[in-house]
């Protein structure tokens, strides 16, 4: 009898957790869900795009110009609070010359970039941000183009990177950081559920913009 009643405690017990586990996942899935809500209106013709447990990707057009809104957590870097980089990605409306990529504050694993892969490097130039690297891949950009730019862009320290290939443009940004006493205690990477600003990425993405018209500028 008594291991009868040990027995169902612990498949109680199971029970308990895998219902626990299942709706603590659905309560991420729903917040996750909701980070974009307050960009949606910012696009035109937004699409709202979520897989699973994924962070959601939005695509849409802003002044005449496809984009996609997209999430990564970085939980490559150890004692580091993660951060939630937003990825704010111009497609072009030409094909530019060459490639440029520039990181600040490199650490050598973000992986989200293609730069470490590339075979050309860059001197800073002196008036922009000096803890950087800068990677092209064969051939650079016109840099003369973005040169009194990129200072103003990096000016938000919250500004990752921005990389440009032939065909895009992108620009990585922390949307958030990870809460720190969940982290710190249990070491999980947990973001909070509230809504990414509308006016903090509609900023970043009117600078991408621009960047891409001055570069663009008598492309064939």
Do not use: C
Not at 22 to 45: P, Y
């Amino acid at each position: 009898m008594f291991k009868f009643l040990v027995s169902a405690a612990i498949l109680m017990m199971g029970l308990w957790l895998i219902r626990k586990y299942l709706n603590d996942q659905r309560s991420i899935q729903h917040a996750k869900s909701h980070l974009f809500d307050e960009v949606l209106a910012l696009l035109d013709g937004a699409k709202l795009k979520q897989e699973g447990n994924e962070f959601p990707q939005v695509s849409g057009s802003f002044s005449g110009y496809e984009v996609k809104l997209s999430l990564i957590a970085d939980t490559v870097a150890v004692r580091k609070i993660p951060p939630l980089w937003l990825l704010i990605t111009i497609q072009g409306k030409a094909t530019i010359e060459g490639s440029f990529d520039l990181i600040v504050r490199p650490n050598n694993n973000e992986f989200y970039s293609p730069a470490w892969q590339w075979n050309g490097n860059l001197q800073v130039p002196s008036h922009w941000p000096q803890h950087a690297v800068i990677k092209y891949q064969d051939s650079l950009i016109d840099v003369a183009k973005i040169d009194s730019f990129v200072p103003k862009l990096f000016a938000d320290e919250r500004t990752k990177e921005l990389l440009i290939t032939p065909s895009v443009l992108r620009i990585t940004y922390m949307a958030k950081q990870a809460e720190r006493g969940e982290y710190l205690i249990m070491r999980n990477s947990v973001f909070s559920g509230e809504a990414i600003a509308v006016e903090v990425v509609e900023k970043v993405l009117k600078q991408a913009i621009e960047i891409r018209k001055l570069l663009e500028k008598d492309a064939v």
